[in-house]
Structures are given as C-alpha cells and as structure tokens.
C-alpha cells in the first residue's frame, strides 16, 4: 500500500501562483510514477500532471502546459506541483496519485490521496 497526503491547496487571486505537494509512505517510493488530478464542482476528476519514478519524463494536461511543473523530491519521498499564471477554471479539488505504470497513472492510477482545494479568484 502507498499512502499519500496532499498539503499546499488555498485561495489565490488570479495570476498568482500556489506550490501543492504531496506526500508519500508505506511502501517503497520508487518505482511509483507519481501524478495530479483535478476535479471541479459538477466536473469529472480530469488528469493535470505526472512524473516518471525516474523524473526523467513529465507528463502535461495541454490546459496546463507551461503554467504548471511537477517535480519529485526522492529523500523526502515528495511529488510538488508548482501552479502559476492561475486562472478561476483552474479551482478545483486537486488530487495526488500513484501507480507503477505511467500510462495507468494518467487514466486510472490505483493509488490516491484524500486532496486539497484550490480556489482561484478572478
């Protein structure tokens, strides 16, 4: 079992910016891609960003690209996502996920975390 906790979710006007992270224990980090989700009211949970267990491949929603990076920080076993130039479509209950295959990861990752509200103002 991996279990993962997302901390860094809060209210921020539009174009400012917001660093989720999110922690992961049990068992061993690696070689877990580690990924994020979003879901906003009314809306199905839809993929924002992954990261290889080597962190040598990212992966990006096209509504994020190049606003958003997801990094890993293996000695804390963290995944980060760094949020700027935010926008109100970006609110949204974001969610932190796992799973040993990069392509599970982006569709049906078997590992969740409970997540964490982001709220844009415009």
């Known amino acids: 079992q991996v279990q993962l906790v997302e901390s860094g979710g809060g209210l921020v006007q539009a174009g400012g910016s917001l660093r989720l992270s999110c922690a992961a224990s049990?068992?061993?980090?690696?070689?877990?891609?580690m990924g994020w989700f979003r879901q906003a009211p009314g809306k199905e949970r839809e993929f924002v960003a992954a990261?290889?267990?080597?962190?040598?491949?990212?992966y990006y929603a096209d509504s994020v690209k190049g606003r958003f990076t997801i990094s890993r920080e293996y000695r804390k076993n963290t995944v980060s996502l760094q949020m700027n130039s935010l926008k109100p479509e970006d609110t949204a209950v974001y969610y932190c996920?796992?799973?040993?295959?990069?392509?599970?990861?982006?569709?049906?990752?078997?590992?969740w975390g409970q997540g964490t509200q982001v709220t844009v103002s415009s």
């Open positions: 990261i290889s267990w080597s962190g040598a491949n990212t």
């Open positions: 996920a796992a799973d040993k295959s990069i392509t599970v990861l982006t569709t049906q990752p078997g590992y």
């Open positions: 049990g068992r061993t980090f690696s070689p877990y891609g």
